[in-house]
């Protein structure tokens, strides 16, 4: 149903007047022009499309956007703050936490909802939360040694 | 000796060895340059840039074909190979860098831009370091040598009194008189050196290479900015869904696309075997998509998941003989004969085949997500009917390839409808596209006899691959006997398989290793000696004796004949130039068959190491990947139907079933770089599968090892 839809995306408001039945990936990517959350397999098996929405990682392409009216969105061009990288992506750059880069997004998104509520995780607690998240690469390793070196600093606000 | 001419200059000498323009033959002709010089040190390129992109099927050997410097200092190198996540991005500008002596962070890369970049195969068989890394260090190499030739012009003292650092050249002990190689090259072309050879950096002198280098696509990969293909927009671009048939070999008898074309804002494209539905909106054309109606002829399927390796010794033909030595019918004493099998594997990058067309002024140009930017403009270009020249590839990051994205349909599909339709066209196929229309690794057979002597030395290894082609197929051990052969070809295409196959990351070689390392395994467990102490008994070459052993120190190894109990195995493979020796440890619950891999260790040969943190990386990448081929990946298929359509039941390895890995890079400096791609996927079946059988006693011969299959091997 075409209607009016407000959120706040990456600290701003965005209003929309359109069908609030469309995806949140595909909004996000097309009428938003924000392009670094990715498809990976649109049934929400692959987590990369994965963006916070009040704190909590969803999958963006399992999400209308009736579903994130008057909610707060948090995509992969949000974790800049005031032009300096939040400590997550900072250790994965440290880490090599990424290979061809593709689920680069989700995983930092997905780590950064989980870091938000569980400030300091145990390793086994880490890798739980990410078994939801496919990387094809192999940079598991590093993207576990990444996010405990973020949340050791304070990583994820 | 080099002549200098007193006449000419420093001004006029730079002049005269830069061009006018950024990468554009205008300017000086050699004769006019020659003149000038008086016949010195370098000469003008007289190739014009048309028929320096034109080479084919070599490397071009103009510097300029690689490098611009520009005048504030920035390196640019042209690479034909693309970035898909292996780290040739960063390493291939380390190379540069080392060679011309400026800082790494000073490169930008240029890659798989069919227009700006120098003519290349393609990115596959760990080949861009081995291959065209030398071409890429001759060239700066080359750079570097007349840069500091016209340095020594302009500050007036002889070349080997200067230095350079950071692209800064500059009089050694008196560091005010200096001159950067933005200064003297100004972005233009640099000429030719002529009566000297530039001379590669030794690796005492490296300061980039062999050093490790955090990855230079990093900043854009974190916050979001790198480009793959589906991030391109172009103006008036639409989104294009195709219909497919519901199986491989199915033909349309019936197409209702009415309802398709009264929806707002829908172009229909029906063009032979093109059908096809464009909208402004992706999630509008996938609707679109669903309401055209279509039957569909199947044909009877010949093979399914089950009966596939029947089927191909049954239909094997003649065999290519890879391999005569000795006579392995000499031998008959106690022969052991083993039957491996592995499945078809989806390479399932975690970014579709995705690309984007658009024509304008009469040329096409197509961003797409490939490994084979020069092959997908010939196919394009091939499939339009119109002139390469009018065809320009561009090669955005690619969100992992693994021997998948060298097939470029979507790319030659995107061309098409852009050219039918006149708007730009995005065609992204949808992961269940992407399980149907990708080409598999192709399931395999591997028979071996083999027979060991009371000393426990090999002698005889009778090797017959079906479908896996012969890549590692050779024996590696000292074999009097042997008989290497062949059938299928590597999948032997279409008149063999029920869908399209080709090269999964070490194409054919994981199977082939698969079945002989195991098969090594279960000799010297015949034999009652420790696994490790037979590989070394039985081999003399000295690059594969180091890996085994530096991977067993690593690993803590104690020594015991198979099975011990410990659950622990070693394997080695050598696959693009490089030696890879995998030790590890696995957990079997006998319960529920499930294998829990808890630790690898890595020992890699791979010569000269660029970036050894890349290369770990790599390493670590083929073995966290190699698991899924080993305990979950095999695609499920009846004839051309595909069960598997999306990871639900296509079963990437996920975090909690990595183990922890541990990489040593072994010092091989003296030796060329060799691949860093592949080779650590290659051991990845027969290690666990040795260990398993070193845990449990169980053997299994196929894989992927599910728990299903475990639990049938331990019950038999």
Redesign the interface.
Known sequence: MKRSIQFRLNGKPVALDTDDE??LL?VL??DL???????????G??G?CTVAVDGTAVRSCQTTLAAVQGKNVV???G??RGGH?DPL??A???H?G????????GM?MNAWAFLQKQPHPSRDAI??E???????????????AAIQEAAGKGGAR | MRKHNANVDADDLHRAALFSNTRDGRGFTRRSFNKLLGGGIVVLITTKPATLFAQRRAYPEDLNAYLRIDENGRVTLFSGKIE????VHTSLAQMAAEELGVSLDSMTMVMGDTDQCPWDQGTWGSQSTRMFGPAVRAAAAEARAVLMNLAAKKLGVAREKLVVENGVVSVAGDASRKVTYGELAKGKQIARLVDEKATLRMVKEFKVIGHSA??L????????????A??I?RPGMLYARILRPPAHGATRKSLDTSKAKAMSGVTVVEKDDLVAVLHA???AAGHALTLIKAEWDQPAAAFDTESVGDFFVKNGGEAEVRTTRGDVSSVTANVVRSTFRTGYLAH?????HTAVAELKDGKMTVWAGTQTPFGARTRIAQTLAVDEKNVRVITP????G?GGKSAVNQAVEAARLAQITGRPVMV?W???EEFFFDTFGPAAVVKIASAVDDQGKITSWDYQVYAAGDRSAEVLYDVPNVSVKSYLGRGGGARVHPFAVGPWRAPGAATNVFGRESQIDIMAAAAKIDPLEFRLRNASDARLRRVLKAAAEAFGWKAAPGPSGQGRAIAVGFDAGSYCALAAEVAVDRATGTIAVKRVVAAQDMGLVINP??AK?QI??????GLGYVLSEELNFKGGAIADR???TYE?????A?P??ETLLISNDDLAPQGGGEPAIVPMGAVIANAVFDATGVRMLRLPMTRERVLAAMKA
């Open positions: 469309r995806t595909w990517r097309t022009d924000l392009t670094g959350t990715k498809y990976g397999c649109g049934e098996v692959c990369a995509t992969v061009e974790l800049e990288l992506q900072q994965f750059i440290d090599g990424f290979q061809c880069g593709y689920c680069t997004s930092l890798v739980q990410m078994d939801a998240n496919l990387c094809r690469c192999g940079a598991h390793q590093r993207i576990v | 898909m996540g292996q780290g955090k990855r696509d990093g900043l854009e990969k974190v916050t979001g900015r790198a480009q793959y589906g991030d927009r909106d992706p999630e399932a990058p975690m970014e579709p990051f690619v969100g992992g693994f992204a949808t992961r269940g943190d890349g990386m670590e990448g083929c073995i966290t990947m999306n990871f639900d990437l390895p996920r975090f909690a990595v922890h890995i």
